[in-house]
């Protein structure tokens, strides 16, 4: 199909730039087929922010991860957080939920409901089109197909008739996660004190500056010796002397 207007590089390094200045991202030269019609209004640059968005994900990706929450992370902090009984998590680009939700589910396994704990997920996303289905919960019977029977059905709900195919996650879950809309590269409604972060496969897109600004940020809203996971592409050598490495990019905050 031919093009309506002549697309050159000039006008993609524009784009570039103000992709930049707007989310922090740095637009790599694969995405310059994209097209735009740019009004300089709000409803337009998210939509235009959520077309340049990559938003690949999936339950339990990188278990170890999960295995490391579940059987060292969560029992320490119970231990340390035993007297006020509170555990804050954030999942730092949560695309379309997968990664709130396996936490959640992660968290109802070890931690115990009848003992007055208050966990509390926040989930964000730059991307709105995303988080309406990550707030959702409902996903097709695939996307579960890496989940165990058991967690299945203990967590999901299966669509009948109309629903049939689709699978939805259980109330208890939802509960837990507040998803909201954030712009990494803004200001944060986050309140120090916060556990963990999960922040995986999202700092790729930036360059170095920006990830060494943002790891800073996260620093300071961590706990002391609060945790870090990143994406097994991931790295902070060389952006980053404020944590230590675990082992399998699970960081911990050092100052």
């Known amino acids: 199909m031919a093009k309506e207007f002549k697309f050159t590089d000039a006008d993609f390094q524009s784009i570039k730039k103000l992709v930049m200045q707007h989310t922090g991202i740095n637009l790599s030269d694969g995405k310059q087929d994209l097209e735009l019609l740019s009004s300089g209004d709000d409803?337009?640059?998210?939509?235009?922010?959520?077309?340049?968005?990559?938003?690949?994900?999936?339950?339990?990706?990188?278990?170890?991860?999960?295995?490391?929450?579940?059987?060292?992370?969560?029992?320490?902090?119970?231990?340390?957080?035993?007297?006020?009984?509170?555990?804050?998590?954030?999942?730092?680009?949560?695309?379309?939920?997968?990664?709130?939700?396996?936490?959640?589910?992660?968290?109802?396994?070890?931690?115990?409901e009848n003992q007055g704990w208050d966990v509390r997920i926040l989930a964000t996303d730059l991307d709105t089109n995303v988080l309406e289905t990550a707030s959702k919960g409902v996903y097709t019977a695939e996307r579960v197909n890496g989940i165990s029977e058991d967690k299945i059905r203990r967590w999901f709900y299966r669509g009948k008739g109309s629903t049939e195919g689709y699978v939805k996650a259980a109330d208890g879950l939802r509960d837990m996660i507040i998803f909201k809309q954030l712009n990494l590269m803004g200001n944060w409604p986050v309140k120090p004190g916060v556990d963990v972060i999960f922040c995986r496969n999202v700092v790729i897109y930036f360059d170095k500056p920006t990830q060494s600004v943002l790891f800073d940020r996260y620093a300071n809203i961590l706990k002391e010796s609060g945790h870090l996971f990143i994406g097994h592409s991931e790295t902070l050598y060389k952006v980053s002397e404020r944590f230590q490495l675990l082992g399998k990019t699970i960081y911990q905050r050092m100052t």
């Open 43 to 112: 409803v337009e640059m998210g939509n235009f922010v959520n077309s340049v968005t990559t938003n690949l994900t999936s339950f339990f990706r990188e278990p170890h991860h999960f295995d490391y929450l579940k059987k060292d992370l969560l029992p320490q902090l119970m231990k340390q957080n035993s007297s006020e009984k509170v555990i804050r998590i954030w999942s730092a680009g949560c695309s379309t939920g997968e990664e709130p939700y396996s936490i959640a589910m992660t968290v109802k396994e070890v931690v115990p």
